[in-house]
């Protein structure tokens, strides 16, 4: 899928070095007025000032002019529920009755390959049209599903993590597997999937109420042989499922115990949700290097509660930030930020907008390991860019018409701005959202 022309794309470059210290911090970031990057058999090649970028290109090379709008590196989505595409937006109760009454019933329906091929194809096109280029997702139980899932990430050229479902208990018979099963479906697919072109593959329990020991015991083991997997689960997101967790494993200090006693924590263990921490709890997050991921429409959604940013990062957690369809109502990067400033917002810690564009790009690879290969503009990263336009609606145009800077720039996008504002999305220097998608 890598481009093999080089192509130029010219616009107003940001990409972060670092995590904001505060709204002055002019040394988090890179931005150039004049800029472009150059990009080449899927990597970023060079990043500089528009003039110096065209100097150093092979002649001929085509030069794409987004002025005057901002490049950014692709959005990256840490945590989204593949199978849920049909579940967004279902007027449900909180979280149990919520995965009861419409998440399970979706998620039977991918036992079938031609329905989880569909629905990835529709899947992919949200993910573009939103400027996602990354994303980290659970898929069915079925195996059918992850094959769904990964086939289309190649035929798309996108970095994409995901999983297979582990569940054997508190589900329908039909979505249940085994312990011993999830473990040779795991592998299987782990196998085949994993460093495949740029998949990745996850270890995936659902969360310890659909697990019994003997599956989180097989989700240890897997993650012991290949530990250069990520691991993602959900932890603390809703009292009632606190409470039954705490029946179902009686013996655990706390939740974070049962995944801690069957060996699931470790530096690549991506925690969905995170709200409702002890502090021993934290303390075994922040002793583990595990990430606690942060999806605000989701919570304000199932009113599940109000995740504390300041008080997990300043334990030495590390966080990210994430949709987390279908719970989550929105697969846009942008929306996610902006419910994500109001829920802190309720919280008096109010994230300033270099913070959240941060954490949606650079932030989001590093909670990931990743920030090697994407969430940067920086040479050498793969060519994964979102080109965005702060007056995209009437809304944004006319609020645009008063904006001075960039920080008040990233902020009308993140608190105005949905699919509408994602001019294109590139995928490995590749267009998508303009070849792809109907206008
Ligand atoms: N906990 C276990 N499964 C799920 C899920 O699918 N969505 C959310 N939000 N929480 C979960
Ligand atoms: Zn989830």
């Not at 798309?156 to 054997?168: N, P, S, V, W």
């Amino acid at each position: 899928m890598a481009n093999q022309k080089p192509i130029i794309l010219r616009g107003r470059t940001l990409t972060f070095h670092a995590a904001p210290n505060g709204p002055e911090d002019i040394t988090a970031f890179s931005y150039e007025e004049d800029g472009a990057l150059l990009l080449s058999d899927g990597k970023i090649k060079v990043r500089g000032p528009f003039a110096e970028v065209q100097s150093g290109a092979p002649d001929g090379t085509e030069i794409v002019d987004h002025r005057p709008h901002l490049l950014l590196p692709g959005f990256i989505d840490t945590h989204i529920h593949f199978p849920q595409a049909q579940v967004i937006a279902s007027w449900a109760d909180q979280l149990l009755d919520w995965l009861n009454d419409y998440t399970f019933p979706a998620e039977l329906r991918f036992a079938d390959k031609a329905h989880a091929d569909r629905i990835a194809n529709g899947f992919y096109d949200a993910l573009i049209a939103h400027g996602t280029t990354t994303a980290v997702a659970y898929c069915s139980s079925h195996p059918n599903s992850v094959d769904a899932y990964f086939e289309e990430a190649e035929r798309r050229g996108m970095m994409m993590l995901g999983g297979k479902t582990m569940m054997d208990r508190n589900a329908p018979e039909a979505l249940c597997d085994t312990a011993q099963g999830s473990y040779d479906d795991s592998k299987a697919l782990l196998a085949k999937w994993h460093e495949r072109g740029r998949a990745r593959y996850v270890i995936t329990p659902r969360f310890a109420i659909t697990s019994t020991p003997e599956q989180l015991d097989a989700a240890g083991s897997l993650l012991r042989e290949n530990p250069d997997c990520h691991l993602q689960t959900h932890i603390n997101e809703n009292h009632n499922e606190i409470a039954f967790t705490r029946e179902l494993y009686p013996d655990a200090a706390h939740y974070l115990g049962v995944y801690e006693s069957f060996d699931l924590l470790g530096s690549k263990t991506l925690l969905g949700h995170c709200i409702h921490m002890t502090g021993h709890e934290l303390q075994v997050m922040r002793e583990t290097g595990a990430v606690a991921v942060f999806c605000p429409t989701s919570n304000l959604f199932l009113g599940s509660g109000l995740f504390d940013k300041s008080g997990i990062e300043s334990a030495g957690i590390r966080t990210a930030i994430a949709t987390d369809v279908g719970g989550g109502t929105n697969y846009s990067m942008l929306r996610t930020l902006d419910e994500g400033y109001k829920i802190l917002q309720l919280q008096r810690q109010r994230m300033h907008p270099l913070t959240s564009f941060y954490w949606a790009t650079l932030g989001n690879a590093k909670a990931l390991s990743l920030s090697d290969r994407i969430g940067t503009l920086d040479a050498g990263s793969d060519a994964d860019v979102v080109v965005l336009n702060a007056g995209a609606t009437q809304t944004m145009a006319l609020r645009m018409e008063t904006v001075e800077t960039l920080s008040e720039e990233l902020f009308l996008l993140q608190t105005l701005g949905d699919d509408r504002a994602v001019v294109e999305t590139y995928v490995a220097g590749n267009r998508q959202k303009s070849v792809r998608l109907k206008p």
